[in-house]
């Protein structure tokens, strides 16, 4: 079974940078594409980038595109998300989940989420 695990958030100044991490664990990341997702305080989650299993097919979610990029290395069975230029508004608790397909946005997750890595961007 699919575990995964993000790291990587913190408390940063807007225009600084953070790169997130979502390791898997129980089963190969080969096998799945990955969605990551966020949740803002007294906001619903929304998915915020995916990436297909072999990392060729991305989406993004308008508010992002141009500042995060998605990337995975299934040898280290991780996905990244590095968002450069950060600013108040992603300020979220971030996830990542298995879904079904990455296309475009938004995505649904097929499987359980991780238990989130809190990302805070405040002067």
């Known amino acids: 079974q699919l575990r995964l695990v993000e790291s990587g958030g913190g408390l940063v100044q807007p225009g600084e940078s953070l790169r997130l991490s979502c390791v898997a664990s129980?089963?190969?990341?080969?096998?799945?594409?990955i969605g990551w997702f966020r949740q803002a305080p007294g906001k619903e989650r929304e998915g915020v980038s995916c990436a297909s299993v072999s990392g060729t097919s991305t989406a993004y979610a308008d508010s992002v595109k141009g500042r995060f990029t998605i990337s995975r290395d299934n040898a280290k069975n991780t996905v990244y998300l590095q968002m450069n230029n950060l600013k108040p508004e992603d300020t979220a608790d971030y996830y990542c989940a298995a879904i079904a397909l990455c296309l475009s946005l938004p995505v649904r997750p097929i499987g359980s989420y991780g238990p989130g890595t809190q990302v805070t961007v405040s002067a």
């Open positions: 129980g089963d190969s990341l080969d096998y799945y594409t």
